[in-house]
């Protein structure tokens, strides 16, 4: 037996979506990940919510119908097992634009806003993935306020 097929005996098994390159971006799952998490800030997941992350996934980052599905199951798979945030906002600080981070901002805004109200743990939590994606209060505050005035 070869060093090869040693290592493809104990490599982990490639499912099939890995195989033909259908398995969604990871820069797309990072930014699902974060609108969910800041969905769950306040520990209620409305379906409101959830039309707003899947608004932003398929209109922003060009998602498929198709594999909004799957972007979702594995953004959550990956915000459940993370130990903070730093690991999605360096991902997507990394491969998208500042302009495309805002646009994220002004979704994850959006979600906060999604369901009418506005908690503390939600604002915190907003401003400081904002933070981390490179945007300093004034930014911020702009974005914050542009979302609150179409609700």
Avoid at 3 to 27: C, L, N, Y
Avoid at 87 to 96: A, D, G, I, M, N
């Amino acid at each position: 037996m070869g060093i090869e097929a040693i290592r493809a005996f104990f490599s982990p098994r490639r499912s099939q979506q890995e195989r033909d390159g259908s398995r969604p971006d990871p820069v797309t799952v990072a930014a699902c990940a974060l609108l969910l998490e800041i969905a769950h800030a306040d520990e209620v997941f409305l379906p409101e919510e959830r039309e707003r992350i899947a608004r932003h996934i398929r209109d922003e980052m060009h998602v498929s119908e198709e594999q909004l599905q799957e972007v979702f199951r594995l953004a959550e798979e990956e915000r459940r097992e993370s130990v903070d945030l730093y690991q999605f906002t360096r991902l997507l600080s990394e491969h998208l634009s500042r302009e495309d981070r805002l646009k994220l901002v002004e979704a994850i805004w959006g979600v906060v806003y999604s369901d009418g109200s506005l908690t503390e743990v939600e604002a915190h939590l907003a401003r400081r993935i904002a933070e981390l994606l490179g945007f300093q209060h004034p930014d911020v505050q702009a974005v914050k306020e542009k979302v609150a005035a179409r609700q």
